[in-house]
């Protein structure tokens, strides 16, 4: 299927939902508050009412009397609730232009998560839900069958979450249970009492990694910034090497961290060829092949082929094991996508 880009006006609205994601995210007070003054025995205060959660609507809380520093950091507070607005009626536009958008208890969860600050935290999303984010950060339609999914991967470099000097306010599952209560730890396999994955009825799951820290060492590890274990995986040290900011389509927006696209890309070839030979596995290996097929296409319309063949050129020099499993992979590949890698040494 050829790759065909947005229209100019579409590519430039994307890019002002990124921006004004990173105000919110400045931003005092969360976005859809009401703020209001009263009147007190003849003096004026202020009051807000935070916008209604999945636990319903909460009281309303005293600011403080009515000085101008309070002044200052309401007017932020209503630029945050006007730029809400504005952001759904881009987000109606660029869903109107077929860019993905999330089924809603993903966009849930990513609102929740970004919202405790796992992305502030350099959280990375990894997986489809960030392959959705590609079709705005370079301006192309993606084809359908590639960008369905029905879980969420977080990913966190090893060195970031202990190295950090902050955290999230609630542990992890606290935070996907704002959303569903019947989220629920799945002990790992190695160690009874460690969760890398949480799981609700019908088989949704939010799956938290992490990069591994030498050969052999795949138990589970804790992750402190994000108050939760992780399981490591090899090559994705490779992944979260660059990242960038990228718009979920969700109610509001929501402003997270993905693999650059090129990284992403060259990481499907090597994962594809790990996945078992039946059943779940290689369903997703063919997934995983055919994400990557449609970004090189993607980068070789918008010019950018050059960013991948780096990548692709750093992952061969990680070793012969990283060499094989990329060989493997473009093997796999469309004649397309093999044409257009081979076409352009």
């Known amino acids: 299927m050829p790759i065909h880009e947005l229209p100019l006006v579409i590519q430039t609205s994307y890019a002002e939902l990124v921006d004004l994601l990173r105000v ?12 209001r003054k009263r009147e007190i ?30 002044a200052a950091a309401i007017e932020k507070g209503q630029a945050a609730k006007a730029d809400a607005d504005a952001r759904k009626a881009i987000i109606r536009s660029l869903k109107g232009a077929g860019l993905p958008e999330p089924d809603a208890l993903t966009a849930a969860v990513i609102e929740a998560l970004a919202e405790a600050g796992v992305f502030r935290l350099r959280g990375v999303i990894v997986g489809t839900v960030a392959f959705q984010t590609y079709a705005g950060l370079l301006g192309v339609k993606l084809p359908g069958a590639s960008i369905r999914t029905g879980d969420v991967d977080v990913a966190q470099d090893y060195g970031v979450a202990v190295a950090i000097d902050d955290s999230v306010d ?22 009874p009492t460690a969760a890398t994955t949480y ?10 990694l992490t990069t591994n820290r030498g ?35 969700s109610k509001t927006g929501a402003l997270v961290n993905v693999p650059t696209p090129e990284r992403y890309t060259v990481h499907k070839l090597i994962v594809a060829t790990m996945r078992h030979s039946s059943g779940e596995s290689a369903a997703k290996s063919d997934k995983d092949i055919a ?36 060989k493997e992979g473009m093997a796999r590949l469309s004649e397309d996508a093999r044409a257009l890698v081979e076409t352009s040494k």
Do not use: N
Not at 52 to 67: F, N
Not at 173 to 189: A, M
Not at 219 to 243: G, I, Y
């Open 199 to 208: 799981a609700r009825p019908g088989g949704y799951r939010v799956d938290v």
């Open 24 to 35: 919110q995210t400045a931003s005092d007070f969360p976005v859809g508050s009401t703020f």
């Open 291 to 326: 994400q990557a097929a449609t970004l090189i296409e993607a980068l070789s319309a918008k010019r950018r082929l050059d960013d991948f063949k780096s990548a692709l050129a750093e992952a061969k020099k990680r070793g012969v094991g990283w060499r094989e499993r990329i």
């Open 215 to 249: 050969k052999g060492r795949d138990e589970p590890v804790q992750l402190p910034s994000l108050k939760t274990d992780a399981v490591p995986l090899r090559f994705m040290d490779f992944l979260l090497k660059d990242t960038v900011q990228a718009a979920v389509l």
């Open 41 to 70: 025995s003849g003096k004026t205060y202020w009051y807000v009412q935070e916008p209604t959660g999945p636990s319903g609507r909460p009281p309303e809380r005293y600011l403080g009397p009515d000085t101008e520093e309070f």
């Open 170 to 191: 609630a542990p992890f599952l606290d935070i996907l249970q704002q959303v569903d209560k019947r989220f629920s730890p799945v002990p790992h396999i190695s160690s």
